[in-house]
């Protein structure tokens, strides 16, 4: 996927003041951000995280999944260590959009699993795409990274375009009563790694 780079400017957090990079996708003109804390010129591999836009949990503090408390613990992550990098992606619901996911949202209210609810609706269980993430890393003089993710289609797919996942770094926050069958189902269905006494792995 295409990006150009657009502008950069600073962005005072809770957790640091980190610099905001912009991006736009050329065939569609989605917009992405990266956020970036400390030295981007050393050859250490820089603690990372791919982050698909959650509004519902991002902004919204719902409870019906992980995303905004991984949100928050990735930046929390880069800052304790002084030095990272965070890609935002806008891309809602693993793809399918702000309404669809809610549609989505009133099947799972019905009994259906997070994976059900989308392919009822006709869609893939999961329609992301992390191309784009190549060509924001490469502006950024990033190649080499330490992937905070629980999900193995997220280093699979850096590797497959040309970035380096040196280790992956596990990211269990958030499990509460409202999303423990959403959580369960990422383990069973997409073959997260959620077990919580796994240690970090090297890849």
């Not at 995280?49 to 019906?64: F, N, P, Q, V």
Request: proline residues 3%.
């Amino acid at each position: 996927m295409a990006v150009r780079y657009v502008e950069t400017c600073r962005l005072p957090t809770p957790f640091g003041v980190f610099d905001m990079h912009g991006f736009e996708e050329l065939e569609t003109g989605k917009e992405h951000v990266a956020l970036t804390l400390g030295a981007l010129d050393s050859d250490e591999p820089m603690l990372a995280r791919t982050h698909s836009e959650c509004l519902t949990g991002d902004a919204l503090y719902s409870m019906r999944c992980d995303c905004g408390y991984q949100l928050e613990e990735a930046l929390r992550s880069i800052a304790r260590e002084g030095r990272g990098v965070l890609l935002y992606l806008r891309q809602e619901g693993r793809g399918i959009g702000l309404l669809n996911k809610i549609r989505a949202y009133n099947l799972q209210d019905q009994g259906a699993d997070t994976v059900e609810a989308n392919e009822r609706l006709g869609f893939a269980a999961d329609l992301r795409d992390y191309s784009m993430c190549r060509e924001m890393l490469a502006h950024l003089g990033i190649t080499r990274v330490r992937l905070m993710t629980n999900n193995p289609r997220k280093v699979a797919a850096l590797g497959s375009y040309g970035v380096e996942v040196v280790e992956r770094v596990s990211l269990h926050v958030g499990r509460n009563p409202h999303n423990e069958g959403y959580l369960d189902t990422k383990q069973s269905k997409l073959g997260h790694w959620l077990q919580t006494h796994q240690d970090d792995d090297p890849v």
